[in-house]
């Protein structure tokens, strides 16, 4: 079946650098990334929708120059937490599109801001 | 808008006990409706889905049917598991590979 691979599965970084997320889809073309943040006991909340080959669209609230999405190709798309602050400690899940109304989901990325 | 509403948690429950966890939604359109798991540490996975009414979905002994009249797609378990403890989102789909909108979860815990 689909598999959308999502590296790192954690990382801890220092306020004030910059953390890159990749998600590839390994056995299928992904034209369209969508991008969730989850917060601890709580629900996903899609943060942006990233297409291959052109700019992502951002859910209102979310700011697109601290998260920069990049979807260079059909089977890499990124997520780039620049200037990283403690609240944006959370855990990041990207998912595609597949066949027959199937969603793959990547394993989700904890990110510790310290 | 379009919305879920999904029963809170946490759901504690005895093994082989019957599991019912409620969903409604609100929609503009005809959606598709899912469940997904999550288990601890993990991404979601999809349990089950259903496209249109009165279709239903199943899956490792998981049902749910899509109720136009009531918009409701609840998740039954005749029998669950210890290995059944996880997070489950109820979720829904206006058009085909567009974005999901999701319930805020359902913690299940099973006790042996």
């Known amino acids: 079946g689909a598999v959308v691979s999502q590296h790192p599965s954690r990382v801890i970084c220092k306020s004030g650098t910059s953390v890159k997320i990749e998600c590839r889809s390994l056995d299928f073309q992904a034209t369209t990334m969508f991008w969730y943040r989850q917060f601890p006991k709580q629900s996903l909340m899609l943060m942006a929708t990233?297409?291959?080959?052109?700019?992502?669209?951002?859910e209102q609230g979310v700011e697109k120059d601290k998260f920069l999405i990049n979807h260079a190709s059909l089977t890499l798309s990124t997520l780039t937490v620049t200037s990283a602050h403690p609240e944006d400690s959370s855990f990041y899940i990207c998912?595609?599109?597949?066949?027959?109304?199937?969603?793959?989901f990547g394993s989700g990325t904890r990110l510790t801001v310290v | 808008g379009n919305s879920v509403t999904q029963m809170e948690g946490p759901v504690t429950l005895s093994e082989e006990a019957f599991l019912t966890i409620n969903c409604t939604y609100t929609?503009?359109?005809?959606?598709?409706l899912f469940w997904y798991v999550q288990y601890p540490g993990e991404g979601l996975q999809l349990l089950l889905k259903?496209?249109?009414?009165?279709d239903k979905g199943s899956n490792k002994g998981f049902e749910a049917t899509y109720r136009k009249e009531t918009t409701s797609f609840h998740l039954e378990k005749g029998s669950v598991q210890v290995s059944d403890s996880a997070v489950y989102f109820c979720?829904?789909?206006?058009?085909?590979?567009?974005?999901?909108?999701f319930g805020k979860g359902t913690r299940l815990h099973i006790l042996p």
């Open positions: 979720a829904l789909t206006l058009n085909r590979d567009d974005k999901i909108i």
């Open positions: 259903a496209t249109k009414a009165d």
């Open positions: 929609a503009t359109g005809y959606p598709s």
């Open positions: 990233s297409n291959e080959g052109s700019k992502a669209t951002y």
């Open positions: 998912s595609a599109p597949g066949a027959n109304y199937g969603y793959t």
